[in-house]
């Protein structure tokens, strides 16, 4: 677990965040819980490299990640669970996608996602030989 200080402007107050398991928390120190959950958000956005969105569903943080795997494969994850998957086929050198039915994503968001990948704002493991 690695910690994240942040400093209150009197220079004196100081909290400490970390993210274990994948979770980020605040391990050190009392915020207001809005200001604790804008900390975080700020966090995982700026640190969590897999992370192309982020977005509120019903008062709760839903967090995308999108996770490179072998063969030009990368599934996308909501809040830690399987939603779907893009994948990059070698031979129509076009990207595919599946979503499972019942998630909140939609065809709009994988192609955002696509278009991140192809960019290179998403890690991506170009591997053509299975």
């Known amino acids: 677990m690695k ?6 402007k009197n220079g004196h107050s100081f909290f400490i965040f970390g ?7 605040l391990a050190c120190g ?6 604790k959950e804008a900390c975080i958000d700020a966090l995982i956005i700026r ?6 969105e982020l ?10 990640e999108v996770r490179a795997k072998k063969y030009s494969l990368s599934h996308i994850y909501l809040n830690n669970s399987y939603v779907g998957s893009i994948e990059h086929d070698k031979y129509s050198k076009q ?4 979503l499972e039915n019942d998630s ?4 709009d968001n994988v192609q955002k996602y696509i278009g ?4 290179g704002e998403l890690k991506w493991i170009k591997d053509d030989i299975r």
């Open 30 to 35: 009392e915020l207001a819980e809005d200001i």
């Open 95 to 98: 990207f595919e996608y599946h």
């Open 3 to 8: 910690d994240y200080y942040l400093y209150h």
């Open 116 to 119: 991140m990948i192809q960019r």
């Open 55 to 64: 977005f509120y569903h019903h008062g709760k943080r839903k967090v995308v």
């Open 19 to 25: 993210k274990s398991q994948g979770v980020w928390e």
């Open 104 to 107: 909140l994503l939609t065809d």
């Open 47 to 52: 640190f969590d490299d897999d992370v192309p």
